[in-house]
C-alpha cells in the first residue's frame, strides 16, 4: 500500500509565476489536508478537503492560493503570482476520515521562489 | 493560527539517556500525536492519544495524555543515534468528522556518542 505521494519533491519558480502542487492520497483516504512548514519552524494548517468539497480552508490565505480535490485525481495546491514568502515545504497528509482516525503525510514539496 | 508550546525547543544528550520533552496548550484537545521529522522529510506519526490520562508504549518511546486535555509529554529512553530529529507534538479537535491538526513548535533533538 503506497504512502502519501506528493509531486514534484522540489519546484523552482520565478515570482510572478503559478505553482501546482500534486497529492496523491493513500488508497481507502478520502481526506486530504495541505500544511505549510517555514524554515525551522512546525507545520501550519493551510486546507481540508474531502472529494470534491473543501470543508475547512481558514489557514489558506484569501488570495492567489487555491486547492481542489476532484472526484478523479490527485488533489491540487495551487499559488498564484508566486512571491519569495511562498517559500516553503507544503505537506499534505490524508485520512480515511471519522472520529480518531490518523493522518499520514507525503515527504512534502519545496517550493523556492527566486 | 494558534500553535503549542513545546519545550525543551532543543536539547543535547548523549547516547543512552532517557529524554523528556512536553507540549502545552491554552485550549483542550480531543487527540493527541506525536511525530518524528527527518530532514527533508515529511512527519512520521509515532504515538496517537484518545482519552485524557491515557498512557502509551511504542517501544522505547512512551506518551501522555494529559488529564486537563491541555498538554502531553513524550519519553524516549535509551536513547540511540537514530533518535536524532526534530519531534512534534499536534492536538486534533475533531467535531464529527476528521479535522486538521494543530502542531507544536517542535523540539531539535541531538545525539552525541
Known amino acids: 500500500n503506497a504512502g502519501v505521494m506528493q509531486n514534484p519533491r522540489h519546484l523552482v519558480r520565478r515570482r510572478g509565476q503559478e505553482a501546482r502542487l500534486r497529492c496523491s492520497p493513500m488508497?481507502?483516504?478520502?481526506?486530504v489536508y495541505w500544511y505549510r512548514q517555514l524554515p525551522e519552524e512546525g507545520l501550519k494548517f493551510m486546507v481540508y478537503?474531502?472529494?470534491?468539497?473543501?470543508?475547512?480552508e481558514s489557514g489558506m490565505p484569501k488570495e492567489r492560493f487555491s486547492a481542489e480535490f476532484p472526484k478523479e485525481g490527485p488533489s491540487i495546491l495551487r499559488i498564484q503570482q508566486v512571491v519569495r514568502g511562498d517559500s516553503a515545504a507544503y505537506f499534505c497528509?490524508?485520512?480515511?476520515?471519522?472520529?480518531?482516525?490518523?493522518?499520514?503525510f507525503g515527504q512534502g514539496t519545496r517550493l523556492t521562489v527566486v | 493560527g494558534q500553535q503549542l508550546n513545546q519545550s525543551p525547543q532543543s536539547m543535547f544528550i548523549q547516547e543512552g539517556e532517557d529524554v523528556s520533552m512536553n507540549c502545552t496548550s491554552s485550549s483542550i484537545f480531543n487527540t493527541w500525536l506525536w511525530y518524528k521529522q527527518d530532514p527533508g522529510e515529511g512527519p512520521v506519526l509515532l504515538i496517537a492519544?484518545?482519552?485524557?490520562?491515557e498512557l502509551t508504549s511504542n517501544g522505547r518511546l512512551t506518551a501522555q495524555f494529559g488529564i486537563t486535555r491541555k498538554d502531553s509529554f513524550l519519553n524516549i529512553s535509551a536513547s540511540i543515534p537514530s533518535d536524532v530529529g526534530i519531534y512534534f507534538c499536534a492536538g486534533q479537535r475533531p467535531t464529527g468528522t476528521a479535522s486538521k491538526l494543530t502542531f507544536g513548535t517542535g523540539t531539535r533533538l541531538q545525539v552525541t556518542l
Open positions: 478537503l474531502q472529494k470534491e468539497n473543501i470543508i475547512d
Open positions: 497528509a490524508s485520512s480515511p476520515g471519522g472520529r480518531g482516525t490518523e493522518a499520514f
Open positions: 492519544l484518545y482519552k485524557a490520562g
Open positions: 488508497k481507502g483516504h478520502s481526506h
